[in-house]
T-cell receptor, first 116, second 111 residues
């Protein structure tokens, strides 16, 4: 299993440009998440999904959009890039099945995004 | 709102010098406390989950413990390969499996 994969690894955007960060998992996990990590700050949840077709906002959703059409893929869209979106973005997934069993999240390698 | 505070921010140890990392938390109802390891340029790697006060888990030179207000990650006789940032996160009963992370402790083991 490849686990959680993310593309691209690095990207530089100009202010106002758009892009999609790709995330795929091959573990048949139902939950998927997008986090951003800024220096000196903890990981912050942007959006999450509990299954195909279902998404919800996290702590810092402004400026981002997501969709989940399949179990495997959970892309993150930046419509009008701003310098404040310069960060490292991590996708994660987990499986929630049996009630009372709380499973760990598995993280991808990250995408380092710079907006100039 | 859930909160996680980790201390110290950075810790330098000689190889073989044991120590502990602290994770203090406030949460409305703890479902689980998670420890992750993060190497530079990589995503967090899962280490442990603790569910209730008094619980302990071990993996090689690492042992995680949990009380009602904090968790400790004890590292015994560390090696240079244990150098990494260690992240603590909590999950509550109301957040639909969302994790609240601390800012991490950057651990450096000097040969």
């Amino acid at each position: 299993n490849a686990g959680v994969t993310q593309t691209p690894k690095f990207r530089i955007l100009k202010i106002g440009q758009s892009m999609t960060l790709q995330c795929t998992q091959d573990m048949n996990h139902n939950y998927m998440y997008w986090y951003r990590q800024d220096p000196g700050m903890g990981l912050k949840l942007i959006y999450y999904s509990v299954g195909a077709g279902i998404t919800d906002k996290g702590e810092v959703p402004n400026g981002y959009n997501v969709s989940r059409s399949t179990t495997e893929d959970f892309p993150l869209r930046l419509e009008l890039a701003a310098p404040s979106q310069t960060s490292v973005y991590f996708c994660a997934s987990s499986y929630s099945g049996v009630a009372g069993v709380y499973n760990e999240q598995f993280f991808g390698p990250g995408t380092r995004l710079t907006v100039l | 709102e859930d909160q996680v505070t980790q201390s110290p921010e950075a810790l330098r140890l000689q190889e073989g010098e044991s120590s502990s990392l602290n994770c203090s938390y406030t949460v409305s109802g703890l479902r689980g406390l998670f420890w992750y390891r993060q190497d530079p340029g990589k995503g967090p790697e899962f280490l442990f989950t603790l569910y209730s006060a008094g619980e302990e888990k071990e993996k090689e030179r690492l042992k995680a413990t949990l009380t009602k207000k904090e968790s400790f990650l004890h590292i015994t006789a560390p090696k240079p390969e244990d150098s990494a940032t260690y992240l603590c996160a909590v999950q509550d009963y109301f957040g639909n499996e969302k994790l609240t992370f601390g800012t991490g402790t950057r651990l450096t083991i000097i040969p």
